[in-house]
C-alpha cells in the first residue's frame, strides 16, 4: 500500500497502498497529486485522536525505517542482480517520505522526534524493535559484495521488513489513531508483497514465514520446531484479515497467513497454501476466488493473480492473470467477476473467469454486485459509495449516503456496509438512501453476510456477528493481540 504519503486517502488502508504497489510493479500510477494535498486537512474530523501505542509506533517505526533505506542505499555500488537495485531504490524511494510524514505526526502531537542521523543502530533500539540490525551486522552488510551482497540484503531485508510488519499489527490492534492505523495497514500490505518478491530472487534459500537464518522469526520467537502450526498462529491471533466468507455454517476467514475457518470446532488452518490473502469472496455457486501473494511457496509468482478453490479453500487452482495482477477486493455473481486491482488502481471485471475487461482506474477499498443485474455494481470511495449500472462504465455518488469502507449485497432487499469508524449501515433499496445500525467502535478489516442472513465483522482482535440486519452483534471469536 509507499511512494509518497498517500494521504488524500485517509480513510483507506487499500486506496492508500495503491501507489506504493504501483511502484513495485513498475507503473506510472500515482495516487495522490499536489492537487489532492488540500484534502488532508479533511482527514482531522475523522480522526479519533492517538494514544501512547500511536506515539510509540512512530517513534520507533521512524528509526526502523531509516535502517532500510541505509540498507537499500548500499544496493546501488554493491548489489549483483539488477532485481536487487531495482528493489532497492523502489523502497528507499518508498520508505523516506513515510519517515517525513511520522516525523509531522510527531510535531503535531508535540512528541519528540528521533534523530536518524544519529550514529550507531543500537541506538536505534535494535534490541526492542523487531527486525533491526545489529551494528555488526551492518558492517558486514557493508563490507560485501556481488552475490554475496544480494543474498545477505535479501535475508536481511526481509527479516527487517517482518518486523515492521509485526510492529504495525501491534499499533493496529492497541493505537487510536486514524491515520496511523492507515499508515499501518499501508506498511502491512506492501512489505508482505515485496517479502513476497525477495523470497523469489531467494529461491529455495529463502526463510519461510516462520523462521530467519537463525530458526528465529522477526518476533524474536523461535519456530523452528513448529513448521507454521496452524493451531498456534490461530490461537495467538489472525493477524490482519483481508476477507470473510460462510459456507455450510462455518466462517471462512482469509489472512496474512493463509486461509482459516471457525466453527464449533474451533478454528484450523483450510489449506497447506498459506497464503497472503489479500482478495477472498465465496462466489454464489459455493466456490472460491482469491488473489494476493505466496508466502512460503517459492515456486509462485509475487503477484497470484485471480486463484480458485471448489472443495472449500483446500485446494487452489491459478485461473486467470497469474504474475500479473493483485486483488485486494472481490466479488462475483452469475458467473460475473469483479475486482479491484490494487497495483494499478484498475477495477477490472470478467464474464468467464479468464478474460477481463478494464473498466478504469478507481480509488476504492471494496467493490460488490447487485444480486438483480450484474451490470450495477457499488464501489467504495473516500466520498462516499458510488454505484454503476451500466457495468462500471460510469459510476455516480449517492446523495446524502454514509462514508463506506466495506460493502456486501447478498441479495435482493438486502445492502450492507461498514464505515472507517465501525458504524454499520443498511439500504433496502440499492443504496439510494440508508439506516444506520450498530456502533462498534473499531476499524474494520472485513464484512460478509452469510447465506442466513448473519453478518460478520472483521475487527482488529475480534469477529463479530449479528442476526438483527446489523442492529446488534455479538462476539463470534477473539484472540489477544501480541
Known amino acids: 500500500m509507499h511512494a509518497m504519503p498517500t494521504t488524500s486517502f485517509s480513510f483507506l488502508s487499500r486506496v492508500a497502498s495503491v501507489a506504493a504497489v504501483a511502484v513495485l510493479a513498475g507503473g506510472a500510477l500515482v495516487a495522490c497529486s499536489d492537487d489532492d494535498a488540500g484534502d488532508a486537512d479533511a482527514r482531522t474530523s475523522a480522526d479519533t485522536g492517538h494514544n501512547a501505542a500511536d506515539v510509540a509506533f512512530t517513534q520507533e517505526m521512524i528509526p526502523h525505517h531509516a535502517q532500510a533505506v541505509e540498507m537499500s542505499a548500499l544496493a546501488a555500488d554493491r548489489a549483483e542482480s539488477a532485481e536487487v537495485k531495482s528493489l532497492a531504490e523502489d523502497i528507499e524511494a518508498a520508505q523516506q517520505p513515510e519517515i517525513d510524514l511520522m516525523s509531522e505526526m510527531l510535531r503535531a502531537w508535540g512528541e519528540d522526534v528521533p534523530d536518524t542521523n544519529a550514529a550507531g543502530h543500537e541506538g536505534h533500539g ?8 545489529s551494528d555488526q551486522e551492518m558492517t558486514e552488510l557493508g563490507s560485501a559484495t556481488g552475490a554475496e551482497f544480494d543474498r545477505m540484503w535479501l535475508t536481511m531485508m526481509i527479516a527487517h521488513h517482518e518486523g515492521a510488519i509485526t510492529m504495525s499489527e501491534e499499533v493496529l490492534a492497541n493505537g487510536s ?8 495497514d499501508e506498511i502491512i500490505e506492501v512489505q508482505q508483497a515485496e517479502i513476497a518478491t ?26 523452528a520446531d513448529d513448521e507454521s502450526d496452524a493451531d498456534d498462529q490461530a490461537g495467538a491471533a489472525f493477524g490482519h484479515i ?3 466468507g460462510v459456507v455450510d455454517g462455518v466462517l471462512h476467514v482469509a489472512t496474512h497467513y493463509g486461509l482459516f475457518s471457525v466453527d464449533s470446532g474451533g ?21 472460491f476466488l482469491a488473489s494476493g501473494h505466496p508466502n512460503s511457496r517459492t515456486d ?8 480458485g478453490s471448489s472443495d472449500g479453500g483446500q ?3 491459478q485461473i486467470a492473470l497469474t504474475g500479473e495482477v493483485d486483488f485486494h477486493a472481490l466479488d462475483a455473481k452469475d458467473g460475473v467477476v469483479v475486482g479491484y486491482d490494487s497495483g494499478t488502481a484498475q477495477l477490472m471485471r470478467s464474464d468467464d473467469r479468464e478474460n477481463w475487461e478494464q473498466l478504469g482506474q478507481y480509488a476504492i477499498a471494496d467493490v460488490t454486485i447487485s444480486p438483480d443485474d450484474t451490470d450495477t455494481l457499488l464501489i467504495t470511495a473516500e466520498s462516499g459509495p458510488m454505484v454503476s449500472t451500466d457495468g462500471g462504465g460510469s459510476f455516480a455518488g449517492i446523495d446524502g449516503a454514509p462514508v463506506l469502507m466495506f460493502v456486501d449485497w447478498p441479495r435482493s432487499g438486502e ?8 458504524t454499520v449501515h443498511r439500504s433496502s433499496d440499492g443504496g439510494t438512501t440508508w439506516e444506520a445500525g450498530a456502533e462498534l467502535g473499531d476499524r474494520p478489516q472485513a464484512l460478509t453476510v452469510a447465506p442466513d442472513g448473519s453478518i460478520y465483522v472483521a475487527l482488529p482482535v475480534s469477529i463479530v456477528v449479528s442476526d438483527d440486519q446489523g442492529a446488534s452483534f455479538d462476539e463470534h471469536y477473539a484472540w489477544t493481540a501480541d
Open 415 to 422: 445492502l450492507y456496509g461498514i464505515s472507517p469508524d465501525g
Open 242 to 244: 483481508h476477507g470473510l
Open 126 to 133: 535494535s534490541g526492542e524493535m523487531p527486525g533491526m540490525m
Open 177 to 184: 489513531d486514524a491515520e496511523v492505523s492507515e499508515l499501518a
Open 315 to 317: 485446494t487452489w487452482d
Open 300 to 307: 509462485l509468482p509475487g503477484h497470484l493473480g485471480l486463484l
Open 198 to 223: 525477495m523470497r523469489q530472487l531467494l529461491g529455495d534459500d529463502a526463510p519461510a514465514d516462520d523462521e530467519s537464518a537463525d530458526d528465529q522469526s522477526a518476533d524474536g520467537h523461535d519456530h
Open 267 to 287: 478454528v484450523s488452518m483450510t489449506s497447506e497454501d498459506d497464503h497472503d490473502f489479500m482478495g477472498f469472496t465465496v462466489a454464489d455457486d459455493g466456490s
